[in-house]
T-cell receptor, first 113, second 113 residues
């Protein structure tokens, strides 16, 4: 069964550093998403991406964040100048169609020290 | 503010019990609804989509009440393996027709022997 994959599973970084979180969506999916989940809190939408551009983004997704689909398989989330409060689990998801079921990757746990 | 509300629980039930969760949403224009389950420190996994006419998948039944803006999940004959957090997800429609997938905080279910 096809699945969404994410790397790394755990990323530790120093405050102020830049990190890139990587995702490989399911191959025939066209819609891609990033979410974050701070420990003990709910899953929060960051951004959706379709046809090589951002469809929607939340208030959280400010200039510190960017997304890219650098090739036909990867979908990345870049966080510049990380802050302590960026520590969270970051999930990538993909779906086949607009508003369809989303399939989540296993997540990247980001720890900012 | 567009919200999805759930009773956090925990619901503590014996094996074999029937348990029901509700979820309310604020945006009456919302069109797509889902239940996911999330195990501790894992990614959300689709349990079932929720259709207007209601739908059933084995021991699980989902209902949508558009007039009252809530969805429900009924679990019959609870198993120990049903212990998890159940997430209500609503695609909140924005002005212009785009949407943001919005998660509830989740309802914790503990099934005990």
């Amino acid at each position: 069964e096809p699945e969404v994959t994410q790397t790394p599973s755990h990323q530790v970084t120093q405050m102020g550093q830049e990190v890139i979180l990587r995702c490989v969506p399911i191959s025939n999916h066209l819609y891609f998403y990033w979410y974050r989940q701070i420990l003990g809190q709910k899953v929060e939408f960051l951004v959706s991406f379709y046809n090589n551009e951002i469809s929607e983004k939340s208030e959280i997704f400010d200039d510190q964040f960017s997304v890219e689909r650098p090739d036909g398989s990867n979908f990345t989330l870049k966080i510049r100048s990380t802050k302590l409060e960026d520590s969270a689990m970051y999930f990538c998801a993909s779906s086949e169609a607009n508003q369809a079921v989303q399939y989540f990757g296993p997540g990247t746990r980001l720890t900012v020290l | 503010r567009k919200e999805v509300e759930q009773d956090p629980g925990p619901f503590n039930v014996p094996e074999g019990a029937t348990v029901a969760f509700n979820c309310t949403y604020s945006n009456s224009a919302s069109q797509s609804f889902f239940w996911y389950r999330q195990d501790c420190r894992k990614e959300p996994k689709l349990l079932m989509s929720v259709y207007s006419s209601g739908n059933e998948d084995g021991r699980f039944t989902a209902q949508l009440n558009r007039a009252s803006q809530y969805i429900s999940l009924l679990i019959r004959d609870s198993k120990l393996s049903d212990s998890a957090t159940y997430l209500c997800v609503v695609n909140m429609i924005l002005e212009g027709g785009s949407y943001i997938p919005t998660f509830g905080r989740g309802t914790s279910l503990i099934v005990h022997p």
